[in-house]
């Protein structure tokens, strides 16, 4: 093994030789454990929360592999509609062209060229990360496989009475021309106004007046609401107002909607163009009227003086035409939410369209069930509570987008209107008899992204045939996913699924929290704060960071502030931390948190971690080279029974955590055998042993079967989490261990059994231990050089403790670097002494002779003299009532634990003077 670890070394050489050698395919034995990747956009490229995930998914399928079971991790991206759509127009606009003068069939075309070429950066990406999916199965929603299930499912429910196309209020992109989903929706607080309206009574018998954050929408009034307990206006409930700048009448009408405390307590009713109000509308009759056009401005069915205007200019007019005629009662600032497209950026109206639409109740009922009777199990459970919430007050799903990459919605139109769902036109005009020269068009419209992704469980197993992967890994068996799709692709799979497939598509529900920056700020590209998960992997250097963090930015200000953070948190830019340092420290903050935040500082901490394991590795492979390993006369000694205990317990708490999806815990467990027990302190027990003369061989043989046993198994127990440099290490290993496979993946899991802990001998090892560490203490406070080697006496030792003294003094000796170790006679009197307890036992280390203690007083008192300085800043800086009152809390709170931390650390160092000064002559 070299001297020191290079994962770049290493990691692309050993994914490359998996994937070559079909490592990562179902063995075709073993029970059925399978996963489905959430198919990341097609156009995406890995982000933290990609390779969180991700790392969740191939621990939990190398885990199940190495476990014996027959593991499916199913690859696939998904062909993100409107994002892919954008990107393709895009370059076409570069060009000088656009879509449309390229026409439909020659634009898709130049999409599937531009995903051949393009469209596999993220599927890259994974390798990086190594990711074991079966690459051999990798799916892309728009195959023709793919294609053929979502055109099978959108005709059978259209058959029942499932899919209807209707006029309803959708999510209206103005820019790109489409219906969008609320996850593509993003609502921000921004700064508007309160208009506050006064609308005549028809029988000029006063007003009423409406507070609005959108004046352009009133031409679409058709009613004012107030709540019918409302005593300021129960009279007028039935009385017909006169809607001002039109010649309509429209009534003022009862519901407990209204917010009385909001405004005037009247709200003008807008059903083409509110969701509550189109609620509202649909209880009370309405009519609809919708005032806008496909490109948000003003159409027809306003006055002639706002035709074609655009929203916010005709904001702007009806304003001030309503000022003109004194109806302006007053405006206020109001900040709102206003909803925008997650890829124009432009402000999404509600507008009412024609759109299919899936009937959600009938799938809905026994997708509820399915979670309440067990079927599915969230994990954590309280997730379940979100489900119903959303379940149980589910909407019809509008499944139409106005787009053209996409699945085309197999529905044709006949010259007089009527509507044909079919596989495919011949299809169509078979079953319906329509003559060969009836002219027929197909519906302009795709399908929604996420109806596609709705199939993913078992449209990627061949549905709807019955494949044998179909029938052997359905159900799969947990969805790892964040609690942001939950509403949008979790519900939709658990109601197609049981749909078609008569069972629901996942056992479990692993919901993950999300990923954010080490302050808890959700990270983005306008913060600054974005990590490429790559860039964890590989390094970059300070002038590549700031280029990439600042790139695109239209604002020069901003741009300015973040290459500022930037260069103060990476001075020196972001160091090559490797892959396995990565994927442990998202182990190891995968809790049951909502929020995830992630510190550069744990990922340096898990690459000394992973340093920590390839030095201890050399160590054993030197100790045991040339060495007889094989089976023969062993003498285990305390040390190597206790390494083995201890391994199991580590084992058993891995385990644990897998199954509990607490990887958090799985890690800390292996961590800290790893690092503490068997680095720290096994290997240096070993040393006693193996450097000793007066230990037997089989004393010997023992231990060095120990140690590449240990070694052996920690490596296949961390492999799942870290399987780069457990693959390298166990190659070298695992011969001298009795293990020839051909790779770690497909060894099995270390197992333990009943008889693998003995708790007394790690009680046993424990006391040696702590009586190691009592004295390392003593060391470390009278600052003696590690190499003095000094004497330690025993005062209260009880038989016990001096049966454990005499089995362990090798340890005890060369651990501590010890000389004699004796107990006091009975009445001899205790020296000046360091003191450290063990239980009742009292060890004393004899000052005299030992340390010069003039030179350790002048050293004890120079620390106590700064101390005391500090001290004494600190508690007035405390004592400023302008800086407790203007200091944030965090960082007042700081400065009190910094004056405890003072004054326990005088009290030790003043403890350590007193006892020094007894050593001097004078007392």
């Avoid at 379940?391 to 699945?407: P, V």
């Avoid at 006949?414 to 009836?438: C, F, K, N, T, W």
Wanted: overall charge negative; glycine content about 8%; some cysteine.
């Amino acid at each position: 093994m070299d001297k020191t670890y290079s994962p770049r070394d290493i990691e692309q050489r050993l994914y490359e030789r998996w994937e070559a050698e079909g490592r990562f395919r179902p063995r075709g034995s073993g029970a059925a454990y399978a996963i489905v990747i959430p198919p990341p956009n097609v156009t995406g490229t890995l982000h933290m929360g990609h390779a969180f995930q991700d790392t969740i998914m191939d621990a939990l399928t190398r885990y199940h592999r190495m476990c014996g079971d027959d593991t499916l991790w199913q690859p696939g991206t998904d062909h993100a509609g409107i994002a892919t759509q954008m990107v393709v127009e895009r370059q076409l606009n570069a060009e000088g062209k656009n879509r449309h003068e390229l026409g439909r069939d020659a634009f898709i075309a130049r999409v599937w060229r531009w995903k051949e070429e393009s469209g596999g950066t993220i599927a890259r990406q994974m390798r990086r990360l190594g990711a074991s999916v079966d690459w051999s199965r990798d799916r892309f929603t728009m195959d023709d496989g793919l294609s053929q299930a979502v055109t099978e499912t959108f005709v059978r429910l259209h058959e029942e009475g499932l899919i209807y196309r209707g006029k309803r209020l959708v999510n209206w992109d103005p820019v790109l021309h489409t219906a969008l989903s609320d996850l593509e929706v993003l609502s921000t607080e921004e700064a508007g106004h309160l208009w506050h309206l006064r609308y005549p009574l028809a029988d000029g018998e006063g007003s009423l007046t409406v507070a609005t954050t959108r004046p352009e929408t009133m031409l679409g009034d058709t009613a004012v609401a107030v709540h019918p307990d409302d005593e300021r206006y129960r009279h007028l409930i039935g009385r017909r107002l006169r809607l001002p700048l039109t010649e309509r009448e429209i009534p003022i009408i009862a519901d407990e909607y209204v917010d009385r405390a909001f405004g005037s307590g009247c709200v003008k009713i807008t059903p083409a163009h509110d969701f509550n109000d189109y609620e509202l509308g649909l209880r009370h009759g309405l009519p609809l009227i919708n005032v806008l056009d496909a490109n948000a401005a003003l159409n027809d069915a306003v006055p002639a003086a706002y035709r074609g205007l655009d929203r916010f200019e005709a904001r702007r007019r009806v304003v001030a035409d309503l000022e003109a005629l004194g109806l302006v009662d007053k405006i206020e600032p109001h900040k709102l939410m206003v909803p925008r497209g997650d890829r124009s950026n432009a402000v999404v109206e509600p507008w009412l369209t024609d759109q299919w639409y899936v009937r959600i109740a009938p799938l809905a009922a026994p997708a509820i069930a399915a979670v309440e009777s067990g079927r599915i199990r969230f994990v954590p459970e309280n997730w379940d509570r979100t489900y119903f919430e959303w379940m149980r007050n589910i909407k019809d799903w509008c499944i139409s987008r106005q787009l053209w990459w996409g699945h085309r919605i197999p529905a044709w139109y006949g010259p007089d209107g009527s509507i044909y769902v079919g596989r495919s036109e011949a299809e169509v005009r078979a079953r319906h008899s329509l003559p060969p020269g009836m002219a027929l068009r197909q519906d302009e419209d795709v399908l929604d992204t996420w109806f596609s992704s709705a199939l993913w469980p078992f449209s990627t197993l061949g549905w709807p045939a019955r494949t044998p992967e179909l029938t052997k890994f359905y159900p799969t068996s947990v969805l790892v996913t964040g609690f942001d799709i939950i509403f949008f692709w979790v519900a939709r799979m658990i109601m197609l699924g049981l749909k078609f497939m008569g069972d629901v598509p996942f056992r479990e529900v692993y919901v993950h929290g999300l990923i954010r920056d080490a302050e808890g700020q959700k990270m983005s590209k306008s913060k600054g704060n974005v990590l490429d998960p790559l860039d964890l992997i590989d390094g970059i250097d300070l002038e590549a960071l700031v280029a990439k963090r600042t790139s695109g930015m239209m604002q020069p200000h901003l741009a300015r502030n973040i290459e500022k953070a930037t260069r103060k948190q990476f001075p020196e830019g972001i160091a090559a931390y490797g892959t396995d340092a990565l994927r442990f420290t998202f182990a190891s903050l995968a809790t049951l948190s909502r929020d995830i935040r992630f510190d550069v500082g744990r990922i340096e901490g898990y690459r000394n971690f992973c340093n920590k394991l390839w030095n201890g590795a050399r160590f054993v492979l030197l100790s045991v080279e040339g060495q007889d390993l094989g089976p023969g006369e062993e003498q285990p000694s305390l040390a190597d029974r206790w390494v083995r205990s201890r391994l199991a317990a580590a084992l058993d708490g891995a385990r644990a955590g897998f199954a509990a999806y607490r990887f958090d815990l799985a890690s800390q467990a292996l961590y800290e055998f790893t690092w503490y027990e068997f680095c720290d302190w096994y290997l240096e027990l070993s040393k006693a042993v193996l450097q000793s003369e007066s230990t037997s061989a089989a004393e010997k043989r023992a231990t060095r079967r120990t140690l590449v046993g240990t070694l052996e198994a920690l490596l296949r127990a961390l492999h799942p989490l870290m399987p780069f440099i457990t693959e390298e290490i166990w190659q070298r290993a695992a011969p001298l261990a009795g293990r020839h496979g051909p790779t770690i993946m497909l060894e099995p899991w270390p197992a333990t059994d009943g008889g693998a802990r003995d708790a007394a001998v790690e009680a046993e090892m424990r006391w040696l231990m702590d009586f190691i560490l009592a004295v390392r203490q003593i060391r470390g406070e009278m600052d003696i050089a590690p190499s003095r080697r000094f004497d330690v006496l025993l005062a209260q030792a009880a038989p016990d403790d001096l049966a454990r003294i005499g089995r362990g003094r090798h340890w005890l000796e060369r651990l501590a670097n010890l000389g004699e170790i004796r107990a006091l006679a009975p009445g001899e009197p205790e020296p000046e002494s360091a003191v450290a307890l063990l239980g009742e036992l009292k060890l004393l280390v004899p000052m005299a002779g030992l340390i010069d203690v003039a030179a350790e007083a002048a050293r004890l008192e120079k620390r106590i003299a700064r101390l005391r300085q500090d001290l004494a800043k600190t508690e007035a800086k405390l004592g400023n009532a302008n800086f407790v009152a203007n200091a944030p809390p965090a960082v007042v709170e700081q400065e009190r634990g910094r004056v405890a931390d003072f004054g326990r650390e005088l009290g030790s160092l003043e403890t350590q003077l007193a006892r020094v000064r007894r050593l001097r002559p004078d007392g």
